[in-house]
């Protein structure tokens, strides 16, 4: 069996996520998408080929689609021209020709299947890697003084320090500094270089790389981005009042996200003045910033 992972026709659709990087270059669960993909095909007998030497065996799947790799062989026995799709009626996948609307079969799986359209859902993906981490991998250093309740994952020259309460599974990168007096829960990856300091929660979200969360902070169900800074105090809350579902707009439509809990989407290099809170669901762009005690009611793109 053997499959190319091809790049997405609407990566814009993720942004801020993706203003400036491509899809396959973000962590998930600290691993490049595209890294991730090609490991768990590779796991399941594919030979990653690139565009340039398909053949009609070769099965597609596009980036922005996350499947149980036994759907996808069950798609690779089939004849070419069939296209695989979700319960949803969403493309997941395809055998034998360029594009899926070239194909004249149609296949439908059960299986869990994620399609990272939109920012937060790259996040729902997240969640489901970290959470099915297997064991610990422990290569940094843990206070005696810490409590861990789940599954972590510690990169080289990190540190866990008094205080620190872990609940849930969680994947730290390398050079970390977590706490003192830190609480993180829920399925969370945290990149190289980061800082998640006293008084800190931090609940199922993906941080990136040399991102700096250090006093006083609430992050719930948020994707932020490398070398960002939140100012002491800064809140992303991640739940509306009436209990209804998040909203966002994503260029000009405004698209129901089918989540009762979702946080700030934080591109790169965003700076925010202390006590800054940023409404649910709201997406600030690369390098914007925010004054002290601002209050983000809309999008900042």
Not at 193 to 211: P, Y
């Amino acid at each position: 069996m053997e499959a190319v992972i091809q790049t997405p026709h609407h990566e814009s659709l993720c942004a801020p996520i993706t203003s400036g990087h491509h899809i396959a270059d973000i962590l998930i669960g600290n691993i490049p998408l595209k890294d991730l993909m090609a490991t768990e095909l590779r796991r399941a007998g594919f030979q990653i080929v690139e565009l340039t030497q398909v053949t009609p065996s070769t099965v597609h799947l596009p980036l922005d689609h996350w499947v149980e790799v036994g759907a996808l062989c069950l798609l690779a026995r089939e004849t070419p021209g069939t296209c695989l799709y979700d319960s949803m009626g969403d493309i997941v996948a395809w055998k034998g020709c360029d594009e899926p609307d070239q194909c004249k079969r149609k296949i439908v799986t059960e299986a869990d299947c994620f399609r990272m359209r939109y920012p937060w859902e790259i996040l729902q993906v997240n969640s489901a890697v970290v959470e099915a981490l297997p064991d610990d991998n422990i290569l940094g250093s843990v206070s005696p003084l810490s409590e861990i309740n789940g599954i972590v994952q510690l990169g080289e020259g990190s540190r866990i320090l008094p205080g620190v309460v872990i609940e849930g599974n969680v994947s730290i990168g390398r050079n970390c500094r977590i706490g003192p007096n830190a609480y993180i829960r829920g399925n969370t990856s945290i990149g190289d270089d980061c800082i998640i300091g006293n008084a800190v929660e931090v609940k199922n979200s993906l941080i990136a790389h040399n991102t700096s969360i250090a006093h006083l902070s609430y992050v719930g169900d948020s994707v932020i981005g490398s070398h960002v800074n939140l100012g002491a105090g800064t809140i992303l809350s991640n739940y509306r009042h009436d209990g209804k579902n998040h909203r966002s707009m994503v260029q000009g439509e405004l698209i129901d996200t089918g989540l009762e809990k979702l946080g700030a989407i934080i591109g790169d290099g965003v700076r925010t003045g202390a006590n800054t809170v940023i409404y649910p669901g709201r997406k600030i762009g690369n390098a914007r910033t925010t004054l002290p005690g601002a209050i983000i009611k809309d999008d900042m793109m």
